[in-house]
């Protein structure tokens, strides 16, 4: 499944709310991928997004802890769509 397809099927199955929050079901697949790739943008991209959706500030700070612990060019180069950037922007936006 590629991550692109991982994103809309979490994001649907989390809107529809077919999935309990709790249950840990939504997260398994992206910590599998950190769990398996810690540099996996992506994942931890959606880890974050899901944090902010659920008021879960701890997966909120941990998943942006690892995106702002590499170093810039490392980022980009795994990130050229800038989408994190774009999360984190939006992140501090909605802490104001």
């Known amino acids: 499944m590629g991550r692109m397809n991982l994103k809309r099927q979490q994001s649907r199955v989390y809107w529809n709310g077919r999935v309990d929050r709790t249950s840990g079901l939504l997260f398994a697949q992206p910590i599998l991928s950190i769990a398996s790739d810690p540099k996996n943008l992506p994942a931890i991209n959606i880890l974050a997004g899901m944090g902010i959706l659920t008021d879960d500030d701890g997966l ?3 998943a942006l802890s690892e ?3 590499l170093p810039i060019d490392q980022k980009r180069e795994l990130d ?3 989408d994190v950037d774009y999360l ?3 992140h501090g936006l909605s802490q104001v």
Do not use: E, F, T
């Open 67 to 69: 995106v702002v612990a």
């Open 88 to 90: 984190l922007i939006q």
């Open 80 to 82: 050229p769509q800038r």
């Open 60 to 62: 909120v700070d941990a």
